[in-house]
T-cell receptor, first 119, second 111 residues
Framework: GAVVSQHPSWVICKSGTSVKIECRSLDFQATTMFWYRQFPKQSLMLMATSNEGSKATYEQGVEKDKFLINHASLTLSTLTVTSAHPEDSSFYIC???????????????FGSGTRLTVV | SQKIEQNSEALNIQEGKTATLTCNYTNYSPAYLQWYRQDPGRGPVFLLLIRENEKEKRKERLKVTFDTTLKQSLFHITASQPADSATYLCALETGASKIIFGSGTRLSIRP
């Protein structure tokens, strides 16, 4: 089945530094990947849609200069949290969907998530 | 805008019973609706997808129904086991090919 690998699984960084999170589709090509943020006991909130070879599309209220997204290949998207602050501490998750084959529609495959703690 | 509501934040049932989770949406009926399982500290895992023209979908002990008149989907786990304890999320895809999630129901199965 489709697998999405996300690294790192957790990271602690100092306030003001930048952190990069990687999301890779291992056995399929993903022209589109999605980045979510999840706070404790809350649901997933879509931050942005990452498009291979073009600029990401950000949801309302998400600062594009703070959350830099790069989707340089069909199997890799990265999210960089720049000048991180404690309020950026959260659980970040990426997802992608395997190509629709034969009329079948598949659900989305999610990475295992990255727990970011900014101190 | 389209909204999804999962009315029960938490559900606690006895092992062996059937767990039933509810998902309601507010506006237009999506072409299909999805259910995911999320364990603590992990990303969601896809379980089932049901199309608007399907009344019911089954997968092992899981069953999903989709009622476009009521704008509701029910998710059932029969013969529940402690290992089924997790948060279950319903989700639908908007016209802009974005997936939006309900707030989730935290299911606990006690032995």
């Amino acid at each position: 089945g489709a697998v999405v690998s996300q690294h790192p699984s957790w990271v602690i960084c100092k306030s003001g530094t930048s952190v990069k999170i990687e999301c890779r589709s291992l056995d399929f090509q993903a022209t589109t990947m999605f980045w979510y943020r999840q706070f404790p006991k809350q649901s997933l909130m879509l931050m942005a849609t990452s498009n291979e070879g073009s600029k990401a599309t950000y949801e309302q209220g998400v600062e594009k200069d703070k959350f830099l997204i790069n989707h340089a290949s069909l199997t890799l998207s990265t999210l960089t949290v720049t000048s991180a602050h404690p309020e950026d501490s959260s659980f970040y998750i990426c997802s992608a969907r395997a190509k629709i084959v034969g009329g079948s529609i598949y659900g989305y495959t999610f990475g295992s998530g990255t727990r970011l703690t900014v101190v | 805008s389209q909204k999804i509501e999962q009315n029960s934040e938490a559900l606690n049932i006895q092992e062996g019973k059937t767990a039933t989770l509810t998902c309601n949406y507010t506006n237009y009926s999506p072409a299909y609706l999805q259910w995911y399982r999320q364990d603590p500290g992990r990303g969601p895992v896809f379980l089932l997808l049901i199309r608007e023209n399907e009344k019911e979908k089954r997968k092992e002990r899981l069953k999903v129904t989709f009622d476009t008149t009521l704008k509701q989907s029910l998710f059932h786990i029969t013969a529940s086991q402690p290992a089924d304890s997790a948060t279950y999320l319903c989700a639908l895809e908007t016209g802009a090919s974005k997936i939006i999630f309900g707030s989730g129901t935290r299911l606990s199965i006690r032995p």
